[in-house]
């Protein structure tokens, strides 16, 4: 496993002492990237005819995060957030990667369902934030960051903030000052 982030916002340090909180299988954890801001995309590999659309499909679509199970990456865009303050991206940041390492746990440990779950048509009136790798992948999230909230204040310094994270009725993370 390896880190790359050049975020003050997420740092290196930080997403180490994250993964040490989650219950990790055996199986190789993903490399994981950090970008804080869009122009930190060039830094991929590729052409640039390719990083051009990439931006361009992850803006319009206000991806947060992925997880890419060909190549065993996570993939955090910070700069997609929909916060300004640095601690809400933060909490956020958290979110997204507790949710990729589930899609990662998912996939190592029922490659076929996982993978039926991505290839198969979405079922009638759902769409996909609403398939159960999603909404497994949510609760896994939630119940990470709430298990270990005082270990996430004490490491990032939030001693006098309270904060509570949820999934609203549209499948949206919302992150809730206290």
């Known amino acids: ?28 954890i993903p490399d994981i990237y950090i970008f804080e801001g869009w122009q930190e995309i060039a830094t991929l590999s590729g052409n640039l005819s390719s990083r051009y659309y ?33 601690l809400l991206k933060k909490l956020h940041g958290v979110f997204c990667l507790f949710h990729e390492m589930r899609h990662h746990h ?8 996982f993978l039926q779950a991505l290839s198969g048509p979405p ?9 159960w790798v999603e909404k497994d992948a949510n609760k896994h999230a939630i119940k990470w960051m709430r298990r270990n909230r005082n270990k996430i204040n004490h490491q990032f310094q939030l001693h006098f903030h309270q904060w509570d994270i949820r999934v609203n009725e549209e499948n949206k993370l919302r992150i809730l000052p206290g």
């Open 123 to 131: 079922l009638l009136g759902s769409s996909y934030s609403f398939s």
């Open 54 to 86: 990439l931006l361009k499909h992850l803006v319009k679509t206000s991806i947060f995060s992925s997880y890419n199970y060909q190549q065993c990456k996570i993939f955090i865009y910070l700069f997609n957030l929909p916060y300004h303050d640095p």
């Open 1 to 28: 496993m390896a880190t790359y982030s050049h975020s003050s916002i997420l740092s290196e340090n930080e997403i180490d002492f994250l993964l040490d909180l989650l219950p990790i299988s055996q199986s190789r």
């Open 106 to 113: 998912q996939f190592t440990t029922n490659k076929h369902k």
